[in-house]
Structure formats: structure tokens, C-alpha cells
């Protein structure tokens, strides 16, 4: 069951949590100052009132030295004279047989005669000071505070509570203040957020163009600024949806004219079903299977549905026949063909996918290059990926064309001939395989100049195979060195 305090307002609970630790902070304050407050009296005005006790010892002593005994008014006066100046105190002064000399606490009348005197009987609860004549004690004086078990006197006392008092108000100013900012945080807090709210709502009920607008360094406006650009991922995807519903539904419709025709033809008589009608029908029913498997076969790499083989692939060997296979299409086109590769540049992945990727980038190169051109395939390593280039001399890309070329279903010119330009799927294709290998592709080019377009799959080395089972720490160490070098080399690439 969720907690009922969950279902308060997120700035409600921002503004309860800082309500919280502002109470905590002050409660573990007030305890800390309580007790070094309570010492620090008790010791403060234990010193005073011994101090007071010494002084009037010392006065005593002075008037005794001149009298030659305590039992004489002039001795006691000076400490008649100390509780006269300081109220809530008691004082009494003793000789050195235990006889009371003077005694400010004497109340009442016993039925013998006897005065009780107000003195605590626990020695902590007062103050001593001997009276010392030539080095010698004559007596003592006892003070002590009317009313309390220590030697606060009233006025501390109070003075200590209006502390307490004042620190008690300034808790809960502190409270207040900090629910007040609290609040005013949660609000700034909760803006953006209620902001992206309201651009998720209107992206959602079909407003795509709706944007947070946020900028800034802070945690919430990168995510504000990620949540913008995914909206723009999001409207350029349905754009390109749009495109490609326009662009099947032509392609379709271009081939199944053509058959119905022919076949009605046929059917009316117009035609005779004879070779060469039925192999138009066979060449648009090519046409159309060819399309639907395209769709397919990216559809089930972006779902992750076809398995991929981890083998470790001979990429120099993999590419020539690739290169072979295709010499003929290539010279049948009007172009010619180069191939050259390093040799032992391995990589783990799937032969057939690698293959399918590279086939994917010559048809391409083959379908934008006029006759004449020439279509240059290169296999290279580096320190950490295997590199296959194929490079054209066709009609090239801009670099807005270059950012866009990957994206599905896109077409860099709807003005292009349909027989040559395909739907965009095979290069989504080629991005969707080497992705799954953990690698990158990245194009360079410029219009009317040609293309190139460079696959990178990370390279595999034997030694530093997760399998292996003789791996050391040095090569763990090495292996996320590299996957490093990787991160960072997919962020530098053009990778669509």
C-alpha cells in the first residue's frame, strides 16, 4: 500500500523535508547548548560564589586582626555586609571548634531556644573559604544559594531560562524560513519539470512541434535539452514514417499496376501470355518481394529478433569475396572496381551480417555512380577497430545529406529516380549491423565528388578475449582501455 504522504505534491514534500531537517537541526542544537550551557553556569557561578566566599574570608581576617576574635560585631560585618549586596544567599561563619559565629539563614524559635539554621547539609551545595590570620586558620566562611541544588543564584537561573526561551523562538523562525525556502526551491525545482509535463502532454495528443525550451548546465537542463532533442528525433521519425508510407505505397503501387495490367491484358486477349509479358510479371513480382524483404530483414534487426553468430571473422578474406561476387554487376554498370586489404584483420561478429553490410554499401556506391566511375573497397586496421571504406566517385552528399543519410526510410532527394534511388532502407540497414557489433559507421563526402562510406568493428585479439581463461588483470585493464578508446571514437564519428 502506498504511504498516504506520497500523495502530497512533490514541492509539498521538498518543502516537508527541509521543514524536517531545519526541526532535526535545531533539536540537536538546543541539546548540545542546553548542556554546555548548563555547565558552563553551574561552573560560572560556582567560581563567583567562591570568589565571594574568599573575599569576605579575607575581609573577616582583616577586622580580625584587630579585634583578636570573631565574636565581635565588627568581624561579622562583612558578612553581613555580602548578603546585604547579594540577594538569595546565605553566609554563615564558624570558628575552628565548630561554633557558630554568624549565621544570615537563623529562622524560627525552638521551645529551648535554639535558632535552626538554612544551611544545605551537602558540602557540594556550598562554598568554603578558610579565614587565615599570620598563616593560620581561625575560622571558616560557608556561603550557599537560597532555593537551588547548585550555586545558581535566581538571577542566573532566569537568565539561563530567557536563553532558553530565545532559542526556542529563533527554532522556530529557523523552521519557518526554512519551509519558506523550501517552497521557494520546490517551486524553481518543480518549474522545468512541470514544464517538460506539459510538452510530453502536447507531444502526446499530437502537437510534435512542442519543445521545453530549456538551456543550462545544471542536471534538469540536460535533460530538458535530451528531452528536446528526442522530441526532434521523435517528429523527424514520423516525418520520415510519413515519407515512407508515401514512398511503399508508390513502390507498390508502381508494380502491382504493371502486373494487373498485363495480366488483364492478357486475360482480355489484348496480350498473349507469352514469354515476354509473363517475365514483366516476373520482374515486378521480384521487385516486390525484394522490397518486403528489405523491410523485413531491417525490422528484425532493430527488434533484435534475427540471432547473431560470435565467431571470429577473417575480414580481408570475408570482403574479397563480397568484392568478386559483385565484379561483374559492377562492370556491367559501366564502372570498374579496386579492392586491397591488410591482411589478418580479424573481428568477432557475424560473417553473414558483416557480409550483408558491405554488399549493402557497394549496391549503394553502384546506384549513385555514373558509368565511367570507379568504386574503390579498402580493408584497414587501426589500434582498436577493423576499417572496410568503400569509396565511389557518384554524384557524392552534402553534409546536411551526410547527418541524415542513415536515418530509415530516408532519401536524400525525392526529385531522384526511383529506379535509382531505392527507399533508404539498405543504408539502415548497414547502420542497424554494425551497430550490433559494437561499431560504428561514418561517411564523408561532398556533392558531385563522390562518397565514402567507412564501416569500424572493433578488432579481436586473442589475449584479450572475455573467454579466455588464462585473461590477467593487466588485460582486463587493457580490455576497458579499449572499450574506452571505443566510446570515444563512436562520439567523434559521424555516426547517424
Known amino acids: 500500500m502506498k504511504p498516504r504522504w506520497l500523495d502530497i505534491s512533490f514541492a509539498a514534500r521538498i518543502t516537508l523535508a527541509f521543514a524536517a531537517i531545519a526541526a532535526m537541526t535545531v533539536l540537536v542544537a538546543v541539546g548540545v547548548i542546553s548542556l554546555a550551557w548548563q555547565q558552563y553556569f553551574r561552573s560560572y557561578t560556582a567560581d563567583n560564589m567562591q570568589t565571594m566566599a574568599s573575599n569576605t574570608a579575607l575581609r573577616i581576617a582583616t577586622v580580625y586582626e584587630q579585634a583578636g576574635t570573631l565574636d565581635d560585631k565588627d568581624v561579622t560585618r562583612p558578612a553581613e555586609q555580602a548578603v546585604d549586596m547579594t540577594s538569595g544567599i546565605g553566609i554563615r561563619v564558624v570558628d575552628l571548634d565548630g561554633n557558630t559565629v554568624y549565621d544570615s539563614s537563623l529562622v524560627g524559635s525552638q521551645s529551648d531556644g535554639v535558632q535552626k539554621s538554612m544551611e544545605p547539609n551537602d558540602p557540594e551545595q556550598m562554598a568554603y573559604a578558610n579565614i587565615m590570620v599570620n598563616n593560620h586558620a581561625v575560622g571558616s566562611v560557608h556561603l550557599w544559594v537560597y532555593g537551588s541544588d547548585t550555586l545558581m543564584r535566581q538571577s542566573d537561573v ?71 532533442a528526442m522530441a526532434d528525433s521523435v517528429e523527424k521519425d514520423r516525418e520520415l514514417e510519413r515519407r515512407l508510407t508515401t514512398d511503399v505505397a508508390h513502390e507498390l503501387r508502381t508494380p502491382l499496376m504493371a502486373i494487373q495490367a498485363t495480366v488483364e491484358a492478357m486475360i482480355d486477349g489484348v496480350y498473349i501470355a507469352d514469354e515476354e509479358r509473363l517475365n514483366t510479371v516476373n520482374s515486378e513480382v521480384q521487385r516486390l518481394s525484394r522490397l518486403v524483404d528489405a523491410l523485413l530483414r531491417l525490422s528484425r534487426l532493430e527488434n533484435r529478433t534475427t540471432p547473431m553468430k560470435q565467431e571470429v571473422v577473417d575480414v580481408g578474406e570475408l570482403i574479397e569475396k563480397v568484392v568478386s561476387s559483385h565484379a561483374m554487376f559492377i562492370n556491367e554498370s559501366g564502372l570498374s572496381l579496386s579492392y586491397e586489404a591488410q591482411r589478418k584483420v580479424l573481428v568477432k561478429g557475424d560473417a553473414d551480417m558483416i557480409r550483408q553490410a558491405v554488399a549493402n554499401l557497394i549496391s549503394n556506391a553502384v546506384r549513385y555512380t555514373p558509368d565511367g566511375g570507379h568504386i574503390d573497397v579498402r580493408v584497414r586496421k587501426d589500434d582498436i577497430a577493423a576499417a572496410i571504406s568503400v569509396r565511389d566517385t557518384g554524384i557524392g552528399l552534402s553534409k546536411e545529406e551526410a547527418r541524415m543519410v542513415f536515418s530509415r526510410f530516408w532519401r536524400a532527394d525525392s526529385g531522384r529516380n526511383r529506379e535509382n534511388g531505392g527507399l533508404g532502407v539498405g543504408l539502415a540497414v548497414v547502420k542497424e549491423i554494425v551497430e550490433r557489433h559494437g561499431g560504428w559507421v561514418s561517411v564523408e563526402g561532398e556533392r558531385d565528388k563522390g562518397a565514402c562510406f567507412t564501416i569500424h568493428i572493433p578488432l579481436y585479439k586473442p589475449e584479450l578475449d572475455e573467454n579466455n581463461p588464462r585473461l590477467t588483470r593487466a588485460n582486463v585493464r587493457q580490455i576497458r582501455n579499449s572499450q574506452r578508446l571505443l566510446d570515444r571514437e563512436r562520439r567523434k564519428s559521424q555516426t547517424f
Not at 532558553?164 to 523552521?175: E, G, H, K, W
Not at 523550501?182 to 502526446?204: C, D, E, H, N, S
Open 158 to 228: 532566569e537568565l539561563l531560562n530567557n536563553s532558553y526561551r530565545a532559542v526556542l523562538v529563533a527554532a522556530v523562525a529557523s523552521i519557518i524560513l526554512a519551509s519558506l525556502l523550501g517552497y521557494l526551491f520546490a517551486r524553481t525545482l518543480v518549474k522545468p519539470i512541470v514544464r517538460m509535463t506539459k510538452t510530453a502532454t502536447a507531444i502526446k495528443e499530437g502537437d510534435l512541434s512542442a519543445r521545453t525550451h530549456l538551456h543550462g548546465d545544471d542536471e534538469i537542463a540536460r535533460l530538458g535539452e535530451t528531452f528536446d
